[in-house]
């Protein structure tokens, strides 16, 4: 609340800024913008699953084509342009440099979001390859793989002329990024073109499937994972200002992170007829990948040693302690879900899809809101929030959302893998109607219903929020920003 | 300058192979890139590269047979409507699915499916033995109201379906470039895919017609009910001729290679 407006330098200097902020700015606005998208969607599909009415009688609005246009739009829309926001922010001030080429940056932001318009016409055209978070046809798969390459050019000609001498642990989960999302986009695409608009897959059946859930799991892992343990690595300590807690376990969980993460695929194809010297290394190597990830949850818990008091008080290092628990029970879910035993029960039910959005609304978004809640006044040299009090209903309103929405999904995945599989006293099937389970499972959808529409609702005022503070006229700077380089 | 501290402290305390990978790898950011890269190699070679053996890969057998034109046609269909975010194609090796669904699925029954349909939640019933299980005109009717079929049903309908016609020259695309990924077709000429299409869509048009359903051989129903109606009933057929000649050739030990020369069956 102090009045002290610090602003350095006049406003509208001419001497050139050392760091590019306007890309920040731009990836910060489509993330938003996005973010609202893909989660209205999410919605509908959510409610469609509880009142058929909701697929609108529509070819363009019915579940089988909304469903990826939720995925793709909350993972690479929402998901990557907040990375984008975070990366570009935080690598020039590590690297305390400039991005290597901002018409780079500029190419890298438009391409992406027209990659995105591209997506959000052609799923429900019913344009698809059909694999999962990969269902875009070819010809945008070509114009992903350049604007990735234009992406990585800025990133290493970044890091190529940095004026620090080490890179920090956070570009090293950057970089990982970077890299591995290139190697599983290319490799999961290779097709034969039939037409413009589709095309056939160089691998047939479960070769096909193994290689789409090397590229779908990894996914997760290098696309919802690493790069968020990076902004993790930048903003935490910000926040909590207090350096990070090991060095030591950084370099450990960095490398037994992505060395495991890559072996973890077969776990989604458990029972199914691909060899089972495969399915049994995927899920050893699943089961492993427990340690490096809580390495890295607990780097970032104990980070905030000595501040938790501000934990109390402060939104943004509530939603990253959030956050980073939710990591912590995802990363812990996810090895459990892949013992062959268990998966027998969870697999095809509603609880993979509560331990998806455990991951996706827990620790992407709530990182996420975390990052921005903290960036947006910074970047725009305002005081503060417009109203710091709704970002502890955000806070609020996505924990709880996020409860309903994985208990119900706990709940009802147990539910109906116990019913599709009860045997009566002869021996026979005791659900014999698969449609009675459905209709069992109705109160728990509504449940999720209502938990993700909380969800939506907070991302909603954090929209107005941020929109309020960025046309504040209350000009002050909260970061200093070293006036040359 | 709280950037600096927070950040460089962290990275400059004592270990000794902290100070190792400080001096090798973090001031170097091409060989963090190449290691990094190593890194995430491994997995994907050691488990991708065998998929291609024959001994380390998945079963195989040279009795099945492509999907037929119509089929690929109705496997896009069922592809563009997204089926698989709702349907699963594999039955797994369990009791309780096998008596709900049938046989489980071998490897080799996926042998032309480009893209594979394993998928991953079963919103709806699997549908991998579907194939038979029903008479066509269910399917019809199932598509255009799956609730007058199945009260309580929460799947979309798919009215336009039924209206809405295949493209034979569009088809003969697909089925080419479904040649070139190695799937034998005796020919993937245009008037060769248009006629394979009218031949088996106008048997599925005769028996909607003994059930009162008049449509055209080239609705979008019709190649969706072509591909339904495979789904799994060659798989059953090579496993029914396995087991025979097994019972019969007493003492050779089981195995789960097929025997060859049971499919090419025309449908």
Redesign the interface.
Known sequence: MASTPSTAEPIGTTAVTPYDDQIVKMFFTATVIWGIVGMTVGLLIAL???F?QF?L?L?WT????L??LHTNAVIFAFAGNVCFTGIYHSMQ??LKTRMFNDTLSRFHFWGWQAIIVAAAFSLPM???????YAELIWPIDLAITVVWVAFAINF?GT??R?KV??????I?FY??FV??IA?LHI?NSLA????LL???????????????W?YGHNAVG?FLTTPFLGLMY?YL??AA????Y???L??IHF?AL??????A??H??L?????D??QT??MV?SIVLLAPSWGGMLNGLLTLRGAWDRVRTDPVLKMMVVAVSFYGMSTFEGPMMSIRAVN?LA???NW??GHVHSGALGWVGMMSFGMLYWLVPRLYEKKELWKPQWAEAHFWLATIGIVLYTVSMWAAGLMEGLQ????NETG??AN?I??DI??RLQPFLLVRVVGGAMYLAGVIMMAINFWKTVHSPDEGRV??V?ATV | ???K???????E?G?A??RF??RV???R?AL??VA??L??????L???V???SAS????RSASVTPYTPLEVAGR?IY????????H?Q?V??????I??YGE??????????????????????DLQRVGGKYPDAWHYQHMEDP?SI???????????MLRKRIDPT?IA??V???A??GHPYADTSDEWVASELQSQGEAIVSNLSTAGIQTAWDTRIVALIAYLQRLGTEGNEILEEQERLGANAEGIAATTDVVSGTGGDDR
């Not at chain 1, 001498?165 to 956070?170: E, R, S």
């Not at chain 1, 200002?241 to 990070?244: C, D, N, Q």
């Not at chain 2, 501290?5 to 990275?11: F, G, I, P, V």
């Not at chain 2, 380390?56 to 079963?59: A, K, L, M, N, V």
């Open positions: 469609q699953l509880t058929w697929n009688g070819e019915s579940f089988g084509r469903r990826p001030r590590l019913g344009l698809t390859q059909s694999k999962e290493f890091i190529a940095r001498q080490h890179l920090y642990v956070a090293w970089m990982s890299i591995t190697v490799f034969i073109p039939a037409t589709r095309s056939y897959p160089i691998y047939s059946g479960l070769t096909d499937a193994l290689v789409q090397w290098f930048y300590p910000r200002e207090r350096p990070v090991s060095y030591r950084s370099i490398w992505v060395f495991l993460y890559i072996w695929g077969p989604h194809l029972y199914s007829a691909l060899p010297w495969a290394v995927g190597f027998g697999h095809y039910t993979v899809i599709w599989r009860a045997l026979q099937l014999p698969f449609l459905t209709a970061e200093t070293p | 300058m709280a950037d501290n927070q950040h460089e402290e962290h990275q305390s270990s192979y902290g990978h400080r790898l973090e001031g950011g963090f890139a990094t890269t890194a995430i190699s491994v997995g994907g050691v488990e991708i065998p998929m291609f380390w890969g998945p079963e896009d592809i563009s409507e997204g089926c698989n975010t709702c699963s594999m797994r090796p369990m009791r309780a699915e008596l709900r489980w699925t071998r490897a080799w029954e996926y042998t032309y499916d480009r893209p594979f349909l394993l998928g991953s939640r079963r919103l709806g019933p609730r199945s009260p309580g049903s929460i799947m979309p309908s798919y009215p336009w569009d695309r697909s080419r470039a479904l070139r990924a």
